[in-house]
T-cell receptor
Framework: DAKTTQPPSMDCAEGRAANLPCNHS???????VYWYRQIHSQGPQYIIH???NNETNEMASLIITEDRKSSTLILPHATLRDTAVYYC???????????FGAGTRLTVKP | DAGVIQSPRHEVTEMGQEVTLRCKPI?????LFWYRQTMMRGLELLIY????????DSGMPEDRFSAKMPNASFSTLKIQPSEPRDSAVYFC??????????????FGPGTRLTVL
């Protein structure tokens, strides 16, 4: 699977949008971009995934560049409960070997 | 659904002792995963099963680790003998490939293992 690069940490003000970038320049055509988050002391939680189109669900939006070499996870109105480590993972749909990197530690501040 | 259930939530043991971690996946899921998380190495996939059959155990650190899935609703991860470097949080996760477009993994709350 392709590797991903994420900033180690980011801050965001409560109520503002949090934009978390991810680079995956070696992604292949059949690989999806998945986002998970891990709130302190809990198991990782699925957020969203996409192939090439932008995606939105009740938790977040995922913007994937046209060349698919990078993506951005958007939390539209961050709350204190969104403070967590966010992982960007690329893998093919039926490949269950998920490689979690170091992720981005997002801190939402009041 | 209660989600993925793991027990115990915390385990403290002494070096050399046998440790057994347990997992009950979400009903109907056909994949089960065991992960280990440490500060140094992050979250690592140890082994995963499909329909109770081990598919990839390349992440199992050494022969002291073994995992079984005797049926669709139960799995164990055993460490024998345990060593201090095995101290970590162990997560179990399950998923259903099927026709779901998501194929997301649902994680349990984890077992925090401390080996003294």
């Amino acid at each position: 699977d392709a590797k991903t690069t994420q900033p180690p940490s980011m801050d965001c003000a409560e109520g503002r949008a949090a934009n978390l970038p991810c680079n995956h320049s070696t992604i292949s055509g059949n690989e999806y971009v998945y986002w998970y988050r891990q709130i302190h002391s809990q198991g990782p939680q699925y957020i969203i995934h996409g192939l090439k189109n932008n995606e939105t669900n009740e938790m977040a939006s995922l913007i994937i560049t046209e060349d698919r070499k990078s993506s951005t996870l958007i939390l539209p109105h961050a709350t204190l409960r969104d403070t967590a480590v966010y992982y960007c993972i690329v893998r093919s749909y039926n490949n269950n070997d998920m490689r979690f990197g170091a992720g981005t530690r997002l801190t939402v501040k009041p | 659904d209660a989600g993925v259930i793991q027990s115990p939530r915390h385990e403290v043991t002494e070096m050399g002792q046998e440790v057994t971690l347990r997992c009950k996946p979400i009903s109907g899921h056909d994949y089960l995963f065991w992960y280990r998380q440490t500060m140094m190495r992050g979250l690592e996939l140890l082994i995963y099963f499909n329909n109770n059959v081990p598919i990839d155990d390349s992440g199992m650190p050494e022969d002291r680790f073994s995992a079984k899935m005797p049926n669709a609703s139960f799995s164990t991860l055993k460490i024998q003998p345990s060593e201090p470097r095995d101290s970590a949080v162990y997560f179990c996760a399950s998923s259903f490939l099927g026709t779901s477009p998501y194929n997301e993994q649902f994680f349990g709350p984890g077992t925090r293992l401390t080996v003294l």
